[in-house]
T-cell receptor
Framework: EPEVTQTPSHQVTQMGQEVILRCVPISNHLYFYWYRQILGQKVEFLVSFYNNEISEKSEIFDDQFSVERPDGSNFTLKIRSTKLEDSAMYFC????????????FGPGTRLTVT | ELKVEQNPLFLSMQEGKNYTIYCNYSTTSDRLYWYRQDPGKSLESLFVLLSNGAVKQEGRLMASLDTKARLSTLHITAAVHDLSATYFCAVANNAGNMLTFGGGTRLMVKP
């Protein structure tokens, strides 16, 4: 069964460093998403991406964040200068398109900023 | 701004008992999702509810949606220990390109 994959599973970085989190969505999906979950808290939407552009973003997704689909398979989230409060689990999700509503989530990347 | 509230936040129950988790949301939407999350794991899709009056069942779990009341319920029948997890509801915005999650209900089923 196709699934969303994410790498790395755990990333430790120092405050102020740049990180790139990588996702491979399900191959025929058209819509891609990033969410985050601070430990013990609810899941928060960051950004959605369709047709090579951002279609929606939340207040959390400020200028420190960017997304890219550099090739036909990868979808990346970059944090330019990490802060302690960026420590969280980051989930990538994808879905198939109009009329196909279910979002499939990847296993997540745990980001720890020290 | 869409707000989604779940209750209870924590639920401890005995095996064999029934219970309902409630999900209220603040603005019009006709797409509601239920997810299960085990500790340290990702989100597993349980149900997608797409219209008023929608009811879906899988095993001991049944979900329903009342769009007029802006309320969804997740009913657990004859709980078993394997159902112990955190359950999240999530509501889509009108464009369908953003999910707003509730705070989650941590369910513990005691053997």
């Amino acid at each position: 069964e196709p699934e969303v994959t994410q790498t790395p599973s755990h990333q430790v970085t120092q405050m102020g460093q740049e990180v790139i989190l990588r996702c491979v969505p399900i191959s025929n999906h058209l819509y891609f998403y990033w969410y985050r979950q601070i430990l013990g808290q609810k899941v928060e939407f960051l950004v959605s991406f369709y047709n090579n552009e951002i279609s929606e973003k939340s207040e959390i997704f400020d200028d420190q964040f960017s997304v890219e689909r550099p090739d036909g398979s990868n979808f990346t989230l970059k944090i330019r200068s990490t802060k302690l409060e960026d420590s969280a689990m980051y989930f990538c999700a994808s879905n198939g398109g109009i009329g196909l509503h279910e979002q499939y989530f990847g296993p997540g990347t745990r980001l720890t900023v020290t | 701004e869409l707000k989604v509230e779940q209750n209870p936040l924590f639920l401890s129950m005995q095996e064999g008992k029934n219970y309902t988790i409630y999900c209220n949301y603040s603005t019009t939407s006709d797409r509601l999702y239920w997810y299960r999350q085990d500790p340290g794991k990702s989100l597993e899709s349980l149900f997608v509810l797409l219209s008023n009056g929608a009811v879906k069942q899988e095993g001991r779990l049944m979900a329903s949606l009342d769009t007029k009341a802006r309320l969804s319920t997740l009913h657990i029948t004859a709980a078993v220990h394997d159902l112990s997890a955190t359950y999240f509801c999530a509501v889509a915005n009108n464009a369908g390109n953003m999910l707003t999650f509730g705070g989650g209900t941590r369910l513990m089923v005691k053997p």
